[in-house]
């Protein structure tokens, strides 16, 4: 068990930068989730921790001492691949125990080592089969395994859940979060699933080209997002971003969405944006589900207007609505029962208690 | 008015282009019809040999049906399983192959490994390389060749020409580059992640080698084995230009050497020979290709 910190962690590949100077500490036990699109640079991160990747400036420290030019079977770490890379002439107790077979582990030990992670797997049954013949499900749980019996200092997973199918995936992630509770070993996570991310991570890191864009708990992330990267990234369906602009009538502060769509702004947040140049081009950033139908009595900083749908999407405990504001398509969430029809007319409520404000040219939120 | 103008058109398609297992029937006759010339056109020559070898001397040179067999005869396999003179050959041939054989894996293997995995400056260029010499053909390199190993031999002092053992290091000239070309397209089809993931576990490139890499190539590597031991224990002309005494032959070299005097061929002997030679690579193959089976690979990785 150990900590896990970066410094100023840079990756070149001849002149392109895949990781552009991050800096991260990751503490003891913590259960970290390197996440964002595919090119983003967080699998580089994890394989320049795993030491697979040479590292082009900066430093990686494991347990504080810098491991740069430390090879990887002397960091130990273990890490748990995509496509799970089990030694395909191996059988499952084999495989989960060719580590410690290479580091001349006496026999007695290596055996309970396997039969307790086997155990904690799930997979005792499956010690003597060839990988060919599980399925990928417990594969996974074999690849894990094998991380798990060399008790290492920290876990490395990349993407481990990307080949299974949805109903395995949400299985296997409850699974590694059960695993993660019992062992409890600093682990780093990557994945390009923002909800694989949410659900199994201490902290979200999000990345976007080479940098880390924000690092937070799952719901620092959800509710108060630093970027526009981050607040489209994190939460599905995406954050609705609409343009508009701030303007003072009678006194008081309104939002413009639109040439006859414009609320006034609950206090809290006019005070807040109060001091914001009037002619900046904005965004206004709000989540799905502060976009509800609209009902008899509504609290205070939630507005109503009329709108004409485009699509509705039906999903059982709730329907999801599509409408255009000004030619930018929005998203909304009703209740199933709030007859909401395609291309019909529907008076909607905005809350703007959870808005969010955001400067449309940096991308920052306000 | 469209549904009625499709049901009239269904029909008449159907009978104008066929059906998936009418194509299917097609192609299977097809196959079939050459396959079996194939079989035919490579067995034939084979089948001779063996008719030939069953004759009398007197009754090959008769004007019979030189497709039947009259009076069989198992003389001339007698004649040379006890002759000394082609117990040697066949001794030469098979000592020869076997440690060009061992020689062959030893070095193409671990430069196939490097080549494939262990990326290092000029590691393509040198892998295009390997193949471009399997294209010089023997018929250029034997004279160079020859005249390198006599230089060898003038330099040290150590006997090389007209000796059996020399073909040990002119052999893998020819298996080397072939095998290592295998072995690095093998090597090359598993995941990159089975060596990093060997790597983390603590192996180093020897271990990853030889706990990991041979044992999932091994088909390729049985292939690259008979690939070697083929072409050794059938090369004719090198062993024809740098041997030359009766007791140094190998087998090919050895029955066109012996049983062609002058003029004079024995034809019922050197279809023995022949027959004889080729029961090694034929039982090995025929061992090997149990093992040869693909996919070993299977379960790595996602299926």
């Known amino acids: 068990m150990a900590d896990v910190a970066l410094r100023k962690v840079v990756k070149r590949y001849d002149d392109v930068e895949a990781v552009r100077g991050i800096d991260l500490d990751i503490a003891d036990h913590e259960f970290i989730v390197l996440v964002g699109p595919s090119g983003c640079g967080k699998s580089t991160t994890l394989r320049m921790i795993a030491g ?11 347990g504080g001492d810098v491991v740069n030019d430390v090879p990887p079977k002397d960091r130990d770490i273990a890490m748990v691949f995509q496509n799970y890379a089990l030694y395909p002439h191996m059988t499952v107790a084999e495989n989960m125990s060719f580590g410690l077979r290479l580091k001349h582990y006496p026999k007695a030990e290596i055996k309970a080592r396997v039969t307790e992670a086997a155990r904690l797997l799930d997979i005792t049954d499956l010690i003597d089969r060839k990988p060919k013949q599980l399925s990928g499900g417990q594969r996974q749980r074999v ?7 060399r008790n290492p200092k920290v876990f490395l997973f990349d993407e481990p859940l990307s080949n299974l199918d949805a109903k395995l995936r949400v299985q296997m992630r409850i699974e590694i979060k ?18 694989e991310a949410m659900t199994l991570a201490d902290r979200v890191v999000v990345m976007n080209k080479g940098r880390i864009e924000q690092i937070g708990t799952p719901n620092e992330l959800y509710h108060k997002p630093a970027t526009r990267f981050v607040a489209g990234f994190i939460g599905s369906p995406a954050m609705n971003f609409i343009p508009c602009r701030l303007e003072d009538v009678g006194g008081t502060l309104q939002l413009r969405l639109s040439d006859r769509i414009a609320f006034p702004l609950p206090p809290a947040r006019a005070a807040r944006y109060s001091a914001l140049p009037r002619t900046d081009k904005l965004l206004l950033g709000l989540r799905p589900e502060h976009l509800t139908e609209s009902h008899a009595h509504l609290a205070p900083g939630v507005e109503t207007f009329d709108t004409v749908l485009d699509v509705t999407e039906p999903m059982g405990m709730e329907t999801l609505v599509y409408f255009g504001l000004d030619g930018t398509p929005v998203c909304g969430r009703v209740d199933p ?4 029809k395609d291309g019909a007319p529907m008076r909607l409520a905005m809350d703007l208690n959870n808005m969010h404000l955001l400067n449309e040219e940096t991308g920052v939120v306000l | 008015m469209s549904t009625m103008a499709i049901d009239k058109a269904g029909p008449r398609r159907k009978v104008k282009y066929g059906s998936m297992s009418r194509d299917r029937a097609w192609a299977l006759r097809w196959s079939y019809f050459f396959l079996v010339l194939f079989a035919i056109f490579f067995l034939t020559p084979p089948l001779y040999m063996v008719i030939t070898s069953l004759k009398s001397s007197a009754e090959i040179s008769a004007a019979t049906n030189p497709w039947w067999v009259f009076h069989p005869t198992l003389s001339n396999y007698v004649e040379l399983l006890t002759s000394n003179q082609f117990l040697r050959f066949f001794w030469n041939s098979s000592i020869v ?39 010089v053909p023997d018929s250029l390199l034997f004279i160079p060749l020859f005249k390198m190993l006599a230089l060898v031999q003038d330099l040290t002092g150590i006997t090389l020409l007209n000796r059996w053992y020399v073909l040990l290091f002119i052999y893998p000239t020819l298996t080397v580059p072939f095998c290592t070309w295998i072995m690095i397209g093998y090597f090359a089809s598993i995941p990159k992640e089975l060596d990093e993931a060997a790597i983390i576990d603590g192996a180093s490139w020897l271990q990853t080698l030889t706990r990991i890499f041979i044992p999932v190539a091994l088909p390729g590597l049985i292939a690259a084995t008979i690939f070697a031991f083929t072409v050794s224990w059938a090369q004719f002309l090198y062993p024809l230009v740098f041997t030359t005494s009766i007791d140094q032959l190998v087998l090919p070299v050895g029955i066109t050497t012996t049983l062609i005097k002058g003029d004079v061929f024995n034809w019922g002997q050197i279809m023995t020979g022949a027959l004889l030679g080729a029961a090694p690579p034929l039982i090995i193959y025929a061992f090997l290709m149990d093992y040869y089976i693909a996919g070993l690979t299977a379960g790595a990785t996602k299926g």
Not at chain 1, 53 to 58: A, K, L, N, V
Not at chain 1, 182 to 193: A, G, L, N
Not at chain 2, 106 to 134: C, D, E, H, Q
């Open chain 1, 52 to 62: 697979l990747e040479d590292i082009s400036d900066g430093d990686i420290m494991i």
């Open chain 1, 143 to 149: 690849a894990m395994g094998r991380a798990i019996v």
């Open chain 1, 337 to 340: 029962n709030a007859g909401a």
């Open chain 1, 178 to 195: 059960k695993v993660h509770q019992k062992v409890r070993t600093t682990t780093v996570y990557v994945t390009h699933d923002q909800v």
């Open chain 2, 97 to 135: 192959s076997l440690v060009v054989v061992i020689v062959t894996m030893l070095i193409s293997v671990p430069a196939a490994f490097a080549l494939a995995r262990m990326k290092f400056w000029g590691s393509a260029t040198l892998a295009t390389g390997v193949f471009l010499t399997y294209l």
